[in-house]
């Protein structure tokens, strides 16, 4: 049996071009409470640039805060990419006619194409190693304290990443589900995708490919060519298709994980929105409701959002910066 960490070196350096391993190679600052305890770290390669907050700003925040006394807090990708994460903001189509240009992918396509399941799988297993690597920043760390502090009553994250969970974070719903698991489209059966990796490799003892660029949610860049020959796993218990726990595009979130968040936003008495142009309408939902509702929402996300219009507060500065300077 092939090692998996033999294999995915292998697949990450072996005649990899300076750019395929500039894109791949994590360019990070750690920040440490000791030398052997990392605390978090700060990676701004896929962060947009912007303006540093005033000092107003961070004083409106704070008193927003300070006000709220059961605060619903969602986050989603721009709270990622100060940990070296993509979003589909930040990552540009790659140039030339040879290189792959990959979009996401569409739930329809995903469950009626098994030609479409394997390109999927074959991106996933080689982007999995550094995706699964990547561990929180401070935004993610303050948002536990806030919570353990008990002023933060919810957490509904759009993030696939587990970052807020391997922070800490435990009053929390992942409202677009987890690329740290894998299920059966047919019994629903789960397994957690760490266990995946050497199921694939066992599968594809003599397939690799280097990929031309990383790509959101545990995805990269391959060519047609580079696919071909790659076996896909399948569920171990009733033989059907195996997909990311995550929902994809055209997919629906569970109903009862939308009730779940509608519950908490009724327990809550603020909202604020943190790393999300809320574009999607599965997160919208949830401030267009609380506005409805009469309770206050505050944005704080690089660019327009959805919802600026709904905002009793917006300040358009990383999250990074802004968030450790509010004291609960």
């Not at 990450?12 to 071009?17: L, R």
């Not at 409202?175 to 047919?186: I, K, M, P, V």
């Not at 545990?218 to 020959?229: F, K, N, S, Y």
Request: with cysteine; aromatic share 8%; hydrophobic share 40%.
């Amino acid at each position: 049996m092939v090692s998996i960490a033999t294999k995915m070196r292998s697949i990450f350096c072996k005649n990899a071009g300076t750019s395929a391993r500039a894109a791949l190679a994590p360019t990070w600052k750690c920040y440490a409470t000791s030398s052997a305890n990392p605390a978090f770290v700060e990676d701004l390669n896929f962060v947009p640039p912007t303006d540093i907050a005033s000092s107003d700003d961070i004083q409106k925040l704070q008193d927003f805060v300070h006000h709220s006394k059961r605060l619903l807090v969602i986050t989603g990708a721009g709270l990622s990419t100060e940990s070296g994460l993509p979003d589909y903001r930040s990552v540009k189509s790659p140039s030339g006619k040879d290189r792959p240009v990959i979009g996401p992918v569409m739930y329809q396509d995903f469950v009626k194409s098994a030609h479409i399941r394997q390109g999927n799988w074959a991106r996933n297993y080689v982007g999995w190693p550094r995706f699964s690597s990547h561990v929180p920043n401070v935004s993610h760390q303050t948002l536990v304290q806030w919570e353990r502090q008990g002023n933060l009553h919810w957490l509904v994250t759009q993030n696939v990443d587990d970052l807020h969970r391997k922070a800490g974070s435990k009053k929390m719903t992942e409202l677009h589900g987890s690329a740290f698991r894998a299920a059966c489209l047919s019994c629903k059966h789960v397994v957690p995708r760490s266990q995946l990796q050497q199921v694939i490799l066992d599968m594809n003892p003599h397939w690799e490919a280097v990929p031309f660029d990383i790509r959101p949610d545990a995805d990269v860049a391959l060519t047609p060519e580079q696919i071909r020959g790659f076996r896909a796993p399948s569920c171990r218990k009733c033989g059907g298709p195996l997909k990311p726990d995550m929902v994809y595009f055209g997919e629906s979130v569970p109903k009862d994980t939308v009730e779940l968040v509608f519950h908490k936003l009724e327990e809550s008495d603020s909202v604020l929105v943190a790393g999300s142009s809320l574009q999607v309408y599965s997160a919208y939902r949830f401030a267009l409701a609380a506005h409805k509702q009469n309770k206050p929402v505050a944005i704080l996300n690089i660019g327009p959002t959805r919802a600026d219009r709904l905002a009793a507060l917006k300040i358009n500065s990383r999250c990074g910066e802004v968030l450790p300077q509010i004291n609960i």
